[in-house]
C-alpha cells in the first residue's frame, strides 16, 4: 500500500527525501515528486504549492495517477484556538473551507452537492499522527536541541491540539480579521484551532476517492499583525525537525 506525504513547500517537507529508500525523483503536471520505501512501506513525497488549487490538483495526482491509497498532509498552520500557540502542533480532526459562501442558494460553508460543511480525518491515520506528534514534543523536552533561545523556549512549553483546521486561498495576517473569522464561525459552532490554505480540499478529494486523509500542522503564527514577520523564521528555523520526527515515527507507527 502506498502513503503520499504532502506538503505545500520544501521548508515543510523538511529532510523527509533522505529517509527514503531506493529513493528517486519525478516530474509530472509541473510538479517534483519523490518516491521511495520506508518501513517496508511504499512512499510518495509531493509538494502541492500553495492554496486550495495546486493542492486538490496535486491530490487528484497522487490519488489517480501515482497509486496512492492514503494521503498525509504536513506543514504548517496561523493558530486561531484559545491557547493555541506558536510552536504548538494541531492534528486534524475535521476540515472546513473558511472562504466556502454559495448562500443564499445553500447554507454559508456547506459544499454544494455534498450536503456538509466539513470533511472528517480519518480516525486511524489521526491517532497515530497524535502519538507521534506528542512523543516529538516529549522527547524535545528532554533533550538539547540545535535552536535558538527563543525557539527552544517556545518548544518547551509546546502542546499537540486535536481539532478542526479551516482553509482558505488567503494568508490571514491580522489580528483583526483573525479575531472576526474565528468569532463569525464560532458563533455557528465551529471551534476552529488553526487556519492555513491547503487542507480542506485535499479532505474534500480525498473523500471524493474514498481514500483516508490525515493531516498535522505545526503552528508558525497566530494569524495576526505579526504573522508576515514570524512565519518566514519559524519556517527556516523550526519546522524541519518537526516534519523529520513527527512524520518518520508516524511510518514506523503504521508499518
Not at 47 to 67: D, F, H, M, N, Y
Not at 136 to 151: E, G
Not at 193 to 202: N, P
Request: charged share 15%; glycine share 8%; hydrophobic share 45%.
Amino acid at each position: 500500500m502506498t502513503i503520499a506525504i504532502l506538503s505545500a513547500l520544501p521548508e515543510e517537507q523538511g529532510g523527509l527525501v533522505k529517509i527514503l529508500e531506493q529513493r528517486e525523483q519525478f516530474q509530472y503536471a509541473g510538479r517534483t515528486f519523490w518516491r521511495g520505501n520506508r518501513h517496508g512501506q511504499k512512499i510518495i513525497l509531493g509538494l502541492s504549492g500553495i492554496g486550495k488549487v495546486a493542492a486538490a490538483t496535486t491530490a487528484t495526482i497522487l490519488l489517480e495517477r501515482l497509486g496512492a491509497q492514503r494521503i498525509v498532509f504536513t506543514g504548517v498552520a496561523g493558530g486561531m484556538g484559545e491557547g493555541v500557540q506558536v510552536g504548538d502542533i494541531v492534528v486534524a480532526q475535521q476540515f472546513l473551507q473558511h472562504d466556502l459562501d454559495a448562500s443564499p442558494i445553500f447554507p454559508r460553508w456547506e459544499v454544494p452537492g455534498y450536503g456538509c460543511t466539513q470533511f472528517t480525518c480519518d480516525p486511524t491515520l489521526t491517532t497515530l499522527l497524535f502519538e507521534a506528534a506528542n512523543a516529538y514534543l516529549a522527547q524535545t523536552k528532554t533533550n538539547n536541541l540545535d535552536l535558538q533561545k527563543h525557539d527552544a523556549v517556545l518548544m518547551q512549553s509546546a502542546r499537540v491540539h486535536q481539532g478542526l483546521i479551516i482553509s482558505g486561498d488567503r494568508f490571514i495576517n491580522t489580528l483583526t480579521e483573525s479575531i472576526t473569522l474565528h468569532s463569525i464561525l464560532a458563533a455557528a459552532g465551529y471551534q476552529a484551532l488553526a487556519v492555513e490554505m491547503e487542507g480542506a480540499a485535499v479532505a474534500q478529494v480525498c473523500n471524493d476517492f474514498a481514500k483516508p486523509f490525515a493531516a498535522v500542522r505545526i503552528i508558525s503564527d497566530r494569524a495576526d499583525d505579526n504573522a508576515h514577520i514570524d512565519f518566514p523564521h519559524f519556517i527556516q528555523q523550526v519546522v524541519r525537525p518537526y516534519a523529520d520526527h513527527i512524520i518518520a515515527d508516524f511510518l514506523q507507527r503504521q508499518s
